[in-house]
């Protein structure tokens, strides 16, 4: 791996697109330090300190949100706005067709997607001053005053600005943009969690952590690249005048086809009805407050906690398979390029066998997810002296797939420019 990033650099324009990477996560850490003003920041560190939806969404902000940046909310709106287009995609007879078009037809998706994002991160910026109105965390929030606008249009605009850097990396830089941001966000944090360690450390759990996370780092590799390859036989088949040689070839299904959705999904979820019992635990009514106080006794409980996680997880990581995945539509694109499984009958058939490898394969998958999503939590009970060395299921994800797709795309480029005098 060294090998391969001393052999990028060497290469111009790949070292070129590496840089304008760097450049732009740099762009991106500044951004995450620029405060929008009017905010009071003891009381939002206070705020935010006991919020584990908010300690969520600041993951994914790289921090931006517990400083309250320009960029506070990170690239929110646009996780959000994609997720909501992948769902109804699958439910949309319009965005199904478009999705079918090839290039032109996800060129329109990624345009709506966009689209959606601005009123989205609209309406989360003024969801979110409207929560820091309500714990005195900002002086004042009226729509009919200057400074509230402008606080909304800051924090909309940050969200478009990072989406368009996103691009700006998929576009001139080595992979996905949008996940760059993300983990930079996350890796931004790592500093913090090393200097909370080292206030008061404790060397057996932290040798114990990096342990931990040197096999958790190579299952979930292990994992991510695992895959069930079905053989695909193609027969030969006359087209006009020409006749086109029949061949074989294989269509991978990955144990994790959702990647990290599931894990969303699950921990906003798990989360939400907490959020709302808080609001009410200071109620006058008494059964009001007392329902709301065990709610959040109850959510706060390790156990329930880890168990419905995991629960959650699994049952995601099948429901959002069923959306990406579809076995009749494979079946009928494998029937009409008259492609087949050996040993299985095209059309039902085939869509009864792809429908249970799904399944089978799936399960592993969700397993695995639940596993992961658990694992911080078992670990910050096993270790408690780990300070802020703890990092969640979804980050790890996140940060391993980054690392590990980018460094595929460099090996693609220098494979590629390895054999460029052969080709000529």
Request: no cysteine; hydrophobic share 50%; net charge positive.
């Amino acid at each position: 791996m060294l090998e391969s990033v001393l052999n990028a650099f060497r290469a111009p324009d790949i070292r070129r697109r590496v840089l304008f990477v760097l450049f732009i996560l740099v762009v991106f850490r500044v951004l995450a330090h620029v405060p929008v003003p009017g905010v009071d920041q003891e009381a939002l560190r206070g705020f935010l300190g006991d919020n584990p939806l908010l300690n969520l969404l600041d993951l994914f902000s790289g921090g931006g949100l517990s400083t309250f940046s320009v960029v506070g909310m990170g690239v929110n709106p646009y996780i959000n706005a994609s997720i909501i287009m992948q769902l109804m995609t699958g439910v949309v007879p319009r965005l199904q067709q478009l999705q079918r078009e090839g290039e032109y037809g996800r060129t329109r998706i990624n345009q709506i997607t966009r689209y959606l994002t601005v009123p989205l991160a609209v309406g989360q910026g003024y969801a979110f001053l409207a929560l820091l109105r309500s714990r005195n965390v900002i002086a004042s929030f009226d729509l009919t005053s200057l400074e509230t606008v402008a606080q909304i249009i800051t924090l909309a605009a940050g969200t478009i600005l990072l989406m368009w850097l996103g691009e700006l990396i998929t576009e001139r830089g080595i992979g996905n943009g949008i996940s760059f941001i993300i983990f930079a966000g996350i890796v931004g944090r790592i500093p913090q969690g090393i200097g909370a360690f080292l206030e008061s450390p404790d060397w057996t759990s932290g040798i114990a952590f990096a342990a931990v996370a040197v096999i958790a780092v190579a299952a979930i590799v292990f994992i991510q690249e695992g895959q069930r390859r079905i053989p695909i036989q193609y027969a030969s088949r006359v087209r006009g005048r020409r006749m086109y040689q029949g061949g074989s070839t294989f269509l991978p299904l990955r144990v994790n086809q959702a990647g990290v959705i599931p894990l969303i999904f699950a921990i906003s979820i798990l989360l939400f009805p907490t959020q709302i019992a808080s609001y009410f635990t200071g109620s006058e009514t008494t059964i009001v407050k007392e329902i709301a106080n065990g709610i959040v006794a109850f959510f706060s409980n390790h156990g329930v906690y880890a168990l419905l996680y995991f629960l959650l997880t699994v049952g995601f990581t099948y429901f959002y398979t069923a959306f990406t995945f579809k076995p009749d539509e494979t079946a009928d694109q494998l029937r009409k390029n008259g492609g087949f499984i050996p040993g299985i009958r095209p059309g039902n058939p085939t869509r009864d066998y792809l429908a249970n490898v799904v399944f089978h394969i799936t399960l592993a998958g969700a397993l695995f997810l639940g596993a992961v999503a658990v694992l911080p939590v078992i670990v910050s009970a096993a270790l408690p002296g780990l300070g802020g060395l703890g990092i969640g299921g979804t980050a790890i994800l996140i940060v391993v797939g980054v690392v590990v797709e980018t460094m595929k795309q460099l090996e693609a480029q220098l494979l590629m420019r390895n054999y460029e005098g052969f080709i000529r």
